[in-house]
């Protein structure tokens, strides 16, 4: 396959980019890759330009890459979503109100889990007894931000273009760093 130039493949990039969000404009990625026409002439220019068997066989392989590692992480990120959305904080005590240990949890609540801070202080009680207190904080990733996403991903809510970019542009680095 014939290498493509870098504003080529800047072209094609945004072309990708842009299937992403569900609008594709062929002129304005034209000009958007930095080629130096515009207008009709730009649209012309954009549509022989992907014509050439190299930037299809570079979008094609692309796409297919992408569709590949989609398909492969989509049930990964849903179940994770899933953990962090349907977290209950009653999971992490005990009946008596006690908290669990963390040997019993299972994989699915520890998911859920942002973080764990445990605050030991010494101190010393009226009858000279010298102590231990400590105070356990349990966070838990925000129920919103999750079924947020859950939503946007189930098509329940249209993404914002930063999310889009974010994920394009994630997309991006783990398919560089399947290579």
């Known amino acids: 396959m014939k290498a493509l130039t870098a504003l080529q493949k800047?072209?094609?990039?945004?072309?990708?980019l842009m299937e992403l969000t569900g609008s594709v404009n062929q002129r304005e990625a034209y000009e958007l890759a930095g080629y130096k026409c515009r207008g009709q002439t730009a649209k012309k220019?954009?549509?022989?330009?992907?014509?050439?068997?190299?930037?299809?066989k570079y979008l094609a392989r692309a796409r297919a890459r992408r569709a590949a590692f989609?398909?492969?992480s989509e049930?990964?990120?849903?179940?994770?979503?899933?953990?962090?959305?349907?977290s209950n904080?009653?999971?992490y005590f005990n009946d008596d109100g006690s908290l669990k240990k963390f040997s019993s949890l299972t994989e699915k609540q520890k998911a859920a889990l942002k973080s764990v801070i445990i605050e030991e202080q010494e101190y010393t009680n009226k009858k000279g007894r010298?102590?231990?207190?400590?105070?356990i904080k349990i966070y838990l990733h925000?129920?919103?931000?999750?079924?947020?996403?859950?939503?946007?991903?189930?098509?329940m809510m249209?993404?914002?273009?930063?999310?889009?970019?974010?994920?394009?542009?994630?997309?991006?680095?783990?398919m560089k760093d399947e290579e």
């Open 158 to 174: 249209k993404p914002d273009l930063k999310d889009v970019v974010s994920f394009a542009q994630a997309l991006h680095e783990a």
């Open 10 to 16: 800047r072209f094609c990039d945004i072309i990708l």
């Open 130 to 135: 010298k102590g231990v207190s400590r105070k």
């Open 75 to 86: 049930s990964d990120i849903i179940d994770e979503y899933q953990k962090m959305g349907f």
């Open 45 to 56: 220019e954009a549509t022989r330009t992907l014509s050439k068997p190299p930037l299809k």
């Open 89 to 91: 904080l009653a999971d």
């Open 142 to 155: 925000t129920k919103k931000g999750s079924l947020d996403s859950l939503a946007k991903i189930k098509g």
């Open 70 to 72: 989609i398909e492969k």
